[in-house]
């Protein structure tokens, strides 16, 4: 969180691994009731002492592997949290579009003046959210 808000503008952005991984590990298809769901913590640490232990290894084989396996396999990956994400956006009807917008020009990859798509994507949805909000008064 903070040390990689403090870390992001010397190129470390990504100082913190674990929330991604606890997205997939926490999400409702790992169980249907929450109070259950704690229980993929023991595998989710060891996981990441396999992955401490055997990293050399572990990176070895990655970079023989295809990189459009890699993409693949990722994807596949994040695919229940980008659903889950996309039906909390898309939940509320009346924030449905600045929902819809912020997805969308964030997955253009669209890049202006050196400024990646995710900060476009967030300026897009606040403004079609506020021209939204100003349409109703």
Same mark, same amino acid.
């Given at each position: 969180?903070? @040390? ?10 990504? *100082? &913190?691994? /674990? ?6 590990c926490?999400?409702?298809? #790992?169980?249907?009731?929450?109070? =259950?769901?704690?229980? *993929?913590?023991? @595998?989710? /640490?060891?996981?990441?002492?396999? @992955? ?6 572990? #990176?070895?084989?990655?970079? $023989?592997?295809p990189?459009?396996?890699? $993409? ?6 994040? *695919?229940?949290?980008?659903? &889950?994400a ?8 009346? =924030?449905?579009?600045?929902?819809? #917008?912020?997805? /969308? $020009? ?8 050196? $400024?990646?798509?995710? @900060? ?7 403004? #079609?959210?506020?021209? =939204? ?5």
């Amino acid at each position: 969180g903070l @040390f990689s808000l403090l870390s992001a503008p010397f190129g470390a952005a990504t *100082t &913190n691994l /674990a929330a991604i991984s606890a997205a997939i590990c926490t999400g409702p298809d #790992v169980h249907p009731d929450p109070a =259950e769901r704690w229980k *993929t913590g023991p @595998f989710y /640490a060891l996981a990441y002492l396999i @992955f401490a232990i055997f990293g050399a290894s572990l #990176v070895a084989i990655f970079a $023989v592997l295809p990189q459009s396996l890699i $993409v693949l396999v990722a994807g596949l990956a994040l *695919t229940a949290p980008l659903a &889950n994400a996309l039906s909390i956006a898309l939940h509320d009807a009346g =924030e449905r579009m600045p929902a819809t #917008v912020t997805f /969308a $020009v964030t997955a253009s990859g669209l890049t202006l003046f050196g $400024v990646g798509a995710a @900060f476009w994507g967030l300026i897009a949805g606040m403004a #079609v959210l506020f021209l =939204e909000k100003l349409k109703k008064r």
